[in-house]
């Protein structure tokens, strides 16, 4: 089972606690995967500053093969946040950095390289959606974050994303059951074959083009056990695609009603265990911490 992380990555920087952590959709579902027992790698644009070199650090640290990512001259990106309540609540962002303004380029060698993994994740936050066709044409399963904002779920950047991904990731918190539903039925209308709407407190939802299959959420009875909901819905993802992935799920085997469910308790208990970690993955390093190399 090989799980690939495509894209984006950030420094998550939390402002009441004064601390930087690693992040991004693709490295924290690359990171995940790999603790759910898959071979993972990340594959994106690091920048050449120290940030860059510690965030890579800390990917390869938890095992995410990081040998086929560029080093391109630029920052970091950096997104600012601070915990409520237990809640992440974004403060904004430096833009995404090199990451960002100088993406990747999928160009033979890589397409190669990703032709071996099983699933590759990517996001909105990527700017890969021009290259998504020569993706797919790899064969590699496709899970796509849409995030939460209301751009990336007009008629028309669906129209343009959902057929070149197998599964799309929604976050869904914000809205009532009939809502949610409709939402994760137009997506799929679109062309995604699953649609994951994940819901915090309230579980998470699927439409698999026949039924919307529901699951509670895996609450704490402990509140002092809670850090932060920073990287749920990646965990979630991350837990759902590899229980798939080990029940034979590829594109000419889609999954059965009994692997859905297998996957939807296998992502509420990866997301319970997420709020207890801070941020994504931890790796914390304090603002006042000596100057890091650059790698």
Same mark, same amino acid.
């Given at each position: 089972?090989?799980?690939?992380?495509?894209?984006?990555?950030?420094?998550?920087?939390?402002?009441?606690?004064?601390?930087?952590?690693?992040?991004?959709?693709? #490295?924290?579902?690359?990171? =995940?995967?790999?603790?759910?027992?898959?071979?993972?790698?990340?594959?994106?644009? =690091?920048?050449?500053?120290?940030?860059?070199? =510690?965030?890579?650090?800390?990917?390869?640290?938890?095992?995410?093969?990081?040998?086929?990512?560029?080093?391109?001259?630029?920052?970091?990106?950096?997104?600012?946040?601070?915990?409520?309540?237990?809640?992440?609540?974004?403060?904004?962002?430096?833009?995404?950095?090199?990451?960002?303004?100088?993406?990747?380029?999928?160009?033979?060698?890589?397409?190669?390289?990703?032709?071996?993994?099983? $699933? %590759?994740?990517?996001?909105?936050?990527?700017? $890969?959606?021009?290259?998504?066709?020569?993706?797919?044409?790899?064969? %590699?399963? #496709?899970?796509?974050? =849409?995030?939460?904002?209301?751009?990336?779920?007009?008629?028309?950047?669906?129209?343009?994303?959902?057929? $070149?991904?197998?599964?799309?990731?929604?976050?869904?918190?914000?809205?009532?059951?009939?809502?949610?539903?409709?939402? $994760?039925?137009?997506?799929?209308?679109?062309?995604?074959?699953?649609?994951?709407?994940?819901?915090?407190?309230?579980?998470?939802?699927?439409?698999?083009?026949?039924?919307?299959?529901?699951?509670?959420?895996?609450?704490?009875?402990?509140?002092?056990?809670?850090?932060?909901?920073?990287?749920?819905?990646?965990?979630?993802?991350?837990?759902?695609?590899?229980?798939?992935?080990?029940?034979?799920?590829?594109?000419?085997?889609?999954?059965?009603?009994?692997?859905?469910?297998?996957?939807?308790?296998?992502?509420?208990?990866?997301?319970?265990?997420?709020?207890? #970690?801070?941020?994504?993955?931890?790796?914390?390093?304090?603002?006042?911490?000596?100057?890091?190399?650059?790698?």
């Amino acid at each position: 089972m090989r799980v690939l992380g495509l894209g984006d990555n950030i420094i998550d920087r939390f402002i009441d606690r004064q601390v930087d952590y690693p992040g991004g959709n693709a #490295v924290n579902v690359a990171v =995940f995967a790999r603790r759910h027992g898959a071979e993972s790698a990340y594959l994106g644009v =690091f920048g050449d500053d120290e940030l860059a070199g =510690f965030l890579r650090g800390c990917l390869e640290a938890e095992g995410v093969d990081t040998s086929y990512s560029q080093v391109k001259h630029g920052p970091t990106g950096i997104s600012r946040l601070h915990v409520v309540d237990s809640d992440r609540v974004f403060l904004g962002w430096n833009g995404g950095g090199v990451t960002v303004s100088d993406p990747l380029e999928l160009d033979a060698e890589l397409l190669a390289y990703i032709s071996g993994f099983d $699933l %590759t994740h990517s996001s909105v936050y990527s700017g $890969l959606e021009s290259q998504l066709a020569a993706l797919r044409e790899t064969n %590699t399963l #496709v899970s796509f974050d =849409f995030s939460s904002e209301p751009e990336y779920r007009s008629t028309e950047y669906l129209a343009r994303v959902a057929p $070149l991904v197998d599964l799309a990731l929604i976050s869904c918190g914000e809205l009532p059951p009939e809502q949610a539903d409709a939402l $994760l039925r137009s997506i799929h209308a679109a062309g995604a074959p699953l649609v994951l709407g994940t819901c915090g407190t309230a579980g998470s939802r699927l439409f698999d083009g026949t039924q919307i299959l529901t699951h509670p959420a895996h609450l704490h009875q402990d509140p002092t056990q809670l850090r932060d909901t920073m990287g749920c819905g990646d965990a979630a993802l991350a837990g759902f695609a590899t229980s798939l992935l080990a029940d034979g799920w590829s594109r000419r085997r889609p999954p059965t009603p009994e692997a859905l469910r297998r996957g939807l308790e296998r992502a509420a208990e990866a997301a319970k265990v997420q709020c207890t #970690v801070e941020a994504a993955f931890a790796h914390p390093r304090s603002w006042r911490d000596e100057t890091l190399p650059v790698r």
